[in-house]
């Protein structure tokens, strides 16, 4: 296992050095790390795939928790209708997209839907990557964008749902889905209304008894925890993480614990980056190009097309709709997640994999040179629209603004404190919250 490691750090920082110096995405060189160590390109794996798996699989638990301590839950509440509307657009465009080229490979429905299903939904990781690295993450466009990352992740949940019934059965389970969406709504509902109304409060009676050390250690075991809960609960073990991050946020300690999570979060990232490079086979790179060139445009194009499209009609700037839309062109974790569910339920035509891998692989590496041409595209755009669009434009820009200076001047709680006042006041749990609250002081007092 140490040897795995050795291997894994210094190739990737290795590759990753080269590939700063060619001003390349870093993220695309731990692909290219992967590449290296992997079983295809020597005849043999130099490292343990299982163990590299099972760091990458952290990796991305690590990521979405520390998303999650970024993101507050006022802002997806404020972004509701942008998510929304962004969110669906893109999905049900992209899924029709992804069917169209699976019927014209002459794939059946059922390998078809899954195509559909992969393309979908774009990679948060790699977008929240790439906009660190181009200097955007102060832009506002970015919490639009996270929203849409967020409610693509949780409708993922669902569609898995979908894709196995039809998998097995061969036809839609109406009722069984629409029982896997009440579940989550409750689950969710439950889940950060427990841990809104808990988790801050004690963070903050212990806040004095919490160096580094302890605060980090608290939170890894509070993200650990919820990614178990929700895997109990039968849902993505990512979304577990990134809830817990969302809880995390609303308490006094929340850009403390992103501080201390930022390099442990960095190390397990580039391990599941190298864990996507060694499912490549370079050969499979040849004998599929065409496919894969194929696949790359529909993604790029099509997520431009809807995402803007989205974002514009749930209110938006065009500015910040094509920003937005410009980031969104890769192929997002899920869709490996997707693969390898086709893969075990035995019904995954075997040409998938590899060319949406290496799919993934093409626009990774396009997506920061992408996001460079988005204002001059805006620009372009805007330069050569009529007058009318023009001015819905300019009339858009100053309702945007104008909202957002009204949502600064605000000076009220925050999400956490009225959930945390709603509930207190409830005739069922007011009396059990203040008797928590009365025990933690008396054991401080204790303490002292």
């Given amino acids: 296992m140490v040897q795995d490691l050795y291997i894994l750090m210094i190739t990737a920082a290795v590759v990753s050095i080269v590939f700063k110096l060619l001003k390349q995405p870093v993220v695309l060189g731990y692909i290219v790390a992967g590449i290296l160590v992997g079983p295809h390109l020597y005849g043999e794996t130099l490292v343990n795939g299982d163990n590299v798996k099972a760091w990458g699989d952290i990796g991305v638990l690590f990521v979405l928790f520390c998303i999650g301590l970024e993101f507050r839950l006022k802002n997806l509440i404020s972004s509701g209708k942008v998510a929304a509307l962004g969110a669906l657009t893109i999905i049900l465009g992209m899924m029709v997209l992804g069917y169209l080229v699976g019927w014209d490979a002459k794939l059946d429905m059922v390998n078809s839907l899954f195509l559909a299903g992969m393309l979908c939904m774009s990679s948060t990781t790699i977008v929240m990557k790439a906009i660190d690295e181009a200097g955007m993450k102060k832009e506002r466009f970015v919490k639009g964008a996270t929203s849409i990352l967020i409610v693509e992740d949780v ?265 945390r006042h709603a509930v207190r006041h409830t005739f069922f749990l007011k009396r059990l919250v203040n008797l928590f609250i009365k025990n933690m002081s008396a054991h401080d007092e204790n303490a002292g």
Wanted: aromatic share 10%; with cysteine.
């Fill in 155 to 419: 409708v993922a949940v669902v569609l898995m749902v979908l894709l196995s019934s039809i998998a097995i059965r061969h036809q839609f389970e109406g009722a069984e889905l629409a029982s896997k969406v009440v579940d989550l709504a409750i689950t969710l509902a439950a889940w950060f209304v427990c841990g809104i109304l808990i988790i801050p409060t004690l963070i903050r009676k212990l806040k004095k008894h919490l160096n580094d050390e302890t605060l980090i250690i608290l939170a890894l075991g509070l993200c650990l925890g919820m990614v178990l809960t929700a895997e109990e609960a039968g849902f993505s073990s990512a979304l577990g993480a990134f809830v817990m991050g969302s809880i995390l946020a609303e308490t006094v300690e929340s850009h403390r614990i992103e501080k201390l999570m930022t390099p442990l979060k960095n190390v397990f990232a580039a391990i599941f980056f190298i864990s996507v490079g060694m499912l490549i086979n370079p050969s499979s790179l040849a004998e599929y190009w065409y496919s894969i060139l194929w696949v790359s445009l529909v993604v790029i194009v099509g997520m431009i097309l809807f995402g803007t499209l989205g974002c514009w009609w749930g209110g938006q700037t065009m500015r910040d709709s094509i920003l937005t839309s410009f980031s969104f062109v890769q192929i997002g974790e899920f869709s490996f997640i997707i693969a390898s569910l086709g893969t075990s339920l035995g019904v995954l035509d075997s040409r998938i994999y590899p060319i949406i891998v290496a799919s993934s692989v093409v626009t990774t590496f396009l997506t920061p040179y992408i996001m460079k041409a988005a204002l001059p595209c805006y620009n372009f755009l805007y330069n050569h629209a009529s007058e009318s669009f023009r001015t819905k434009i300019d009339q858009r820009e100053q309702q945007v603004a104008a909202a957002e200076t009204a949502t600064v001047s605000k000076d009220g709680p925050s999400v956490a404190d009225k959930a």
